[in-house]
């Protein structure tokens, strides 16, 4: 399987910027899609944005032109620049890798956007 470490959140002030990270170890093949969601208190969890092995890039309405998902294949690890951040960003952000053998999940991390 595929184990995923997420870093970089924090708390942040409104129009400042974050950069989460997410190391992939274990069985990755080049085929996959990682992606970005969150899941702030009381809602359901989000798509952020989602990045192909072949560089194809989807995001959420919502982020649209304040963040930024990247990939580096070599080092296993995506991105998500984040910003122009608003209080509403404010939720816990997970990366999971969809692959041949199937969906995993990062444990999270929290980010937090005062105003």
Same mark, same amino acid.
């Given at each position: %399987?595929?184990q ?7 708390l942040? &002030? ?7 990270? /997410?190391?992939a ?6 085929? !996959? ?5 969150? &899941?702030a208190?009381?809602? %359901? ?6 990045i ?5 890039? =989807?995001?959420?309405d ?7 998902i990247?990939r580096? !294949?070599?080092? !296993? ?9 608003k209080p ?5 952000y997970? /990366?999971?890798h ?8 990062g %444990?999270?991390? &929290?980010?937090?956007v005062? =105003?």
């Open positions: %399987q595929v995923l470490v997420e870093s970089g959140g924090g942040v &002030q409104a129009g400042g910027s974050l950069r989460l990270s /997410c190391g170890s274990g069985r990755i093949f080049s085929d !996959n899609i990682m992606a970005w969601y969150r &899941q208190p009381g809602k %359901q969890r989000e798509l952020v944005a989602a192909t092995g072949g560089g194809s890039i =989807s995001y959420a919502a982020v649209k032109g304040r963040f930024t990247s580096d !294949n070599a080092k !296993n690890t995506v991105y998500l620049q984040m910003d122009r951040l509403e960003d404010t939720a816990v997970s /990366c999971s969809a692959g041949r053998l199937g969906v995993s999940w %444990q999270g991390t &929290q980010v937090t005062s =105003s």
